[in-house]
């Protein structure tokens, strides 16, 4: 019954910014932990964020300063603000609910010049 659904990602340049959008439905989101992992090639999957559902934050040492995860109840998302992104920041990256451990089909960030 949960369904998540990715977007935002895209090919940036070293430096630049991205925000990714995660929309949930079938879930009481608004309690709800959420998560974003990513994946890059060859590599394993990496918690980058999360978010509780009294907004409790927590980050990976690789995002902090950077990244920021937020979350907005009213619009049922999730949303992953990254700044001063780097070449080993591209992968794959996945929202996740966390309740039922749900994921979405992943959305591709690209860094490189």
């Known amino acids: 019954q949960v369904q998540l659904v990715e977007s935002g990602g895209g090919l940036v340049q070293p430096g630049g910014s991205l925000r990714l959008s995660c929309v949930a439905s079938?879930?009481?989101?608004?309690?709800?932990?959420m998560a974003w992992y990513r994946q890059a090639p060859g590599e394993q999957r990496e918690l980058v964020a999360s978010?509780?559902?009294?907004?409790?934050?927590n980050y990976a040492d690789s995002v902090k300063g950077r990244f920021t995860i937020s979350r907005d109840n009213g619009k049922n998302t999730v949303y992953l603000q990254m700044n001063s992104l780097k070449p080993e920041d591209t992968a794959v990256y996945y929202c996740?609910?966390?309740?039922?451990?749900?994921w979405g089909q992943g959305t591709q960030v690209t860094v490189s010049s």
């Open positions: 996740v609910d966390m309740w039922d451990d749900t």
């Open positions: 079938g879930s009481i989101f608004d309690i709800n932990a």
């Open positions: 978010i509780t559902g009294d907004g409790r934050l």
